[in-house]
C-alpha cells in the first residue's frame, strides 16, 4: 500500500513536469494550465519542478518496477522523468550562464522540500554536478541543510556573491524573502531561474534580473 501511495504522487509530478515541458515548448504557461485544469472537481495535477527527492518517492516506485517489469512501464517512466528534470534545470542554467568556463551558478536550496533539512536524493545533487561537469563554478546555500556535497556556502550572499545565474531550486521561506534589490548589488550578472514558482517577478525584473520561471515561455 505505501508503494502504491508513493508511486501515485511520482507519477503525478512526472506528469506535471511533462506539461512543464510542453508548455515551455508550445509558448504557454504550465502553472496557468494547472491552476484552471484543477478547477475540474476531479482533476489535481501537481506542482512541476527541478526533481523528486527524500527517502521514499524516487525508490519506491522502482520496487513495483521489479517486481513485474512488462506491467509497470508507466511508472518506469514516470521515475525516468523525475529523475531526467535536474539535466533540464543545468540545461537552462548554461544557456543563461553562457560561457560556462568562467560563469559562477549559485542554487539556492539544498534540501528536498521546502522546510526540512533532509537533503536525501536531492534533485540539487545531481543538478551541481552536471554543472561542475560542464566547467561552471558553483556555490550551493541551504538555510536548513548541514551536510551536502559540494560544500555549503556560509550563507546566501556568500553564495550569490559575483553570480552570473541564481537557481532557486528549493521554495524555502527564506528564499521569497530575499531583496532582490541587495541581491542585484551582489551578482555579476542578473538572471535567476525560478524552479519552483516561488520567487514573484515583478521585483526581480524592476531590479534589473531577466527573470525565468520554469513551465514558462523563455
Known amino acids: 500500500v505505501k508503494l502504491a501511495e508513493n508511486t501515485y ?3 503525478n509530478i ?3 513536469n511533462t506539461l512543464a515541458n510542453i508548455s515551455e515548448s508550445v509558448g504557454v504557461s504550465a502553472w496557468d494550465v494547472i491552476e484552471m485544469a484543477n478547477l475540474h472537481p476531479r482533476v489535481n495535477i501537481h506542482r512541476p519542478g527541478p526533481g523528486v527527492g527524500g527517502h521514499c518517492i524516487p525508490v519506491d516506485p522502482w520496487f513495483l518496477v521489479a517486481a513485474d517489469e512488462a506491467s509497470s ?3 518506469r517512466t514516470a521515475r525516468e522523468v523525475n529523475d531526467g528534470q535536474p539535466e533540464v534545470m543545468a540545461k537552462r542554467a548554461l544557456e543563461l550562464a553562457g560561457d560556462a568556463r568562467r560563469a559562477h551558478v549559485a542554487v539556492l536550496g539544498a534540501a528536498y ?3 526540512v533539512s533532509d537533503a536525501r536524493e536531492s534533485p540539487t545533487s545531481r543538478l551541481a554536478e552536471i554543472l561542475i561537469d560542464a566547467g561552471v563554478s558553483v ?3 541551504d538555510p536548513w541543510v548541514r551536510e551536502f556535497a559540494p560544500e555549503l556556502a556560509a550563507s546566501v550572499w556568500d553564495a550569490v ?5 541564481i537557481i532557486v531550486m528549493v521554495g524555502h521561506a527564506e528564499y521569497q524573502q530575499l531583496d532582490s ?3 542585484a548589488a551582489n551578482v555579476r ?3 535567476v531561474l525560478d524552479t519552483c514558482n516561488v520567487l514573484d517577478r515583478e521585483p526581480w525584473i524592476r531590479a534589473g534580473f531577466e527573470f525565468y520561471r520554469y513551465g514558462e515561455p523563455a
Open 9 to 11: 504522487r511520482d507519477v
Open 14 to 16: 512526472a506528469l506535471a
Open 73 to 75: 512501464r508507466l511508472i
Open 113 to 115: 522540500k521546502p522546510g
Open 139 to 141: 556555490a550551493v546555500h
Open 161 to 165: 556573491s559575483g553570480a552570473d545565474v
Open 181 to 183: 534589490m541587495e541581491v
Open 189 to 191: 550578472g542578473r538572471r
